[in-house]
């Protein structure tokens, strides 16, 4: 089956850092990606999805300057999550949608990567 | 509205005993249903895909049915496992253009021995 990664799976960083995740299609390429935060005992929650070679869609309410998305290629997307705070601590997971659509609208899921803000 | 709806909310089991998962949808057009595992700090794994015109599909120890009328579905685990602890999410897909997803808020499922 298809296969998405996330890196890092988990990282801490001090408050007004700036944090990267990387999101990458390793056996497919991906036109579209997906990227959720996921709170403690709730679901996915669509932050933005992102088209290669294009600007991101951002949902209503999250700031595009605050999570800045890149997919500069086929098979990887960057989000980077600027001046970190605690309220940004979070499970961010992203998901992929193949190009080649081999089960249509099919979206494969990374492993997500826990983000802690101190 | 869009709205994908689960229950029960959590769900604890014997290990070997089955059980059923839930999930109303009022998503407009529809497009297809997806039956997802997440384990605890996991990524979703899909476990079932159906259609409009389908109306059941078996994985293994998953079967998952459809009644586009009534915009149900249901997700039935045999025979669980200890390993099937983990929270069930129910997906729908709308058929716009842009394929949007919609989440439910998923089942937790705790199996103990």
């Known amino acids: 089956g298809a296969v998405v990664s996330q890196h890092p799976s988990r990282v801490i960083c001090k408050s007004g850092t700036s944090v990267k995740i990387e999101c990458r299609s390793l056996?497919?390429?991906?036109?579209?990606m997906f990227w959720y935060r996921q709170f403690p005992k709730q679901s996915l929650m669509l932050m933005a999805t992102?088209?290669?070679?294009?600007?991101?869609?951002?949902e209503q309410g999250v700031e595009k300057d605050k999570f800045l998305i890149n997919h500069a290629s086929l098979t990887l997307s960057t989000l980077t999550v600027t001046s970190a705070h605690p309220e940004d601590s979070s499970f961010y997971i992203c998901?992929?949608?193949?190009?080649?659509?081999?089960?249509?609208?099919?979206?494969?899921f990374g492993p997500g990567t826990r983000l802690t803000v101190t | 509205k869009n709205q994908v709806e689960q229950s029960p909310q959590s769900l604890i089991i014997l290990e070997g005993k089955n059980c059923t998962l839930q999930?109303?949808?009022?998503?407009?057009?529809?497009?297809?249903l997806r039956w997802y595992k997440q384990d605890t700090g996991r990524g979703p794994v899909s476990l079932t895909i159906m259609t409009f015109s389908e109306n059941t599909k078996s994985n293994g120890r998953y079967t998952a049915t459809l009644d586009a009328d009534t915009k149900q579905s249901s997700l039935h685990i045999t025979a669980s496992q200890l390993s099937d602890s983990a929270s069930y999410i129910c997906v729908v897909t709308d058929q716009t253009g842009a394929n949007n997803l919609f989440f439910g808020t998923g089942t937790r499922l705790t199996v103990i021995p």
């Open positions: 998901s992929a949608r193949d190009r080649g659509e081999r089960i249509p609208y099919e979206q494969y």
């Open positions: 992102s088209n290669e070679g294009s600007k991101a869609t951002y």
């Open positions: 056996d497919f390429q991906a036109t579209t």
């Open positions: 999930c109303n949808y009022t998503v407009s057009p529809f497009s297809n």
